[in-house]
């Protein structure tokens, strides 16, 4: 008998990031028992207008990601499905807090099949405590300079400050 071959099991896991949160770490976590290697792609998304640009988003998502050695952290401005077909991964994770992200979720996963057939989404929900907590919710307190410390890591919370100063 031969040696098995093994498979690399490389997952995508794409959002904006605007900016990475405890409930995102808590995705990619449980993301990392599952796969070899995790790419973290954010997304330009400058129809979104994101709070910070994209090379600040990729600088906290790296910082925020640096004690995961199986996370790379890219940027991307392209279809899902292209992004997948450059970096060979037909897994792309997302996450789920509410049944309003379901719905969404939903539409895109199959918009995504219907371009790319072999290409599957995983969705994982973060732990009770991170439910709450979305990019959204961090910039609105953000807006008025509220207290966000709580929900970042805190590496990403300085950069912040930083960039806000």
Known sequence: MGTPTSTHRKAI???????????HLDIIK??????????????????????F????????????????????VIGFDKLLVDL??????????????????????????YANASLKPDLETIYLMPS????FVSSSVVRAILAYDGKVDHLLDAEVYRIIKEIRK
């Open 84 to 109: 997948s077909e450059d970096l060979e991964a037909n897994i792309i994770i997302r996450g789920l807090r509410a049944v309003s992200d379901f719905e969404y979720e939903l539409q895109m996963g």
């Open 30 to 51: 449980r993301a990392c028992h599952m796969f070899d290697e995790i790419i973290v792609a954010v997304a330009d998304s400058e129809a979104k207008k994101p709070m």
């Open 13 to 23: 896991y794409p959002g904006t990031f605007d900016p990475i949160t405890n409930g």
């Open 53 to 72: 640009n994209l090379e600040q988003r990729i600088q906290m998502t790296q910082a925020a990601t640096k004690a995961f050695p199986k996370v790379n």
């Open 128 to 131: 009770l405590q991170h439910a």
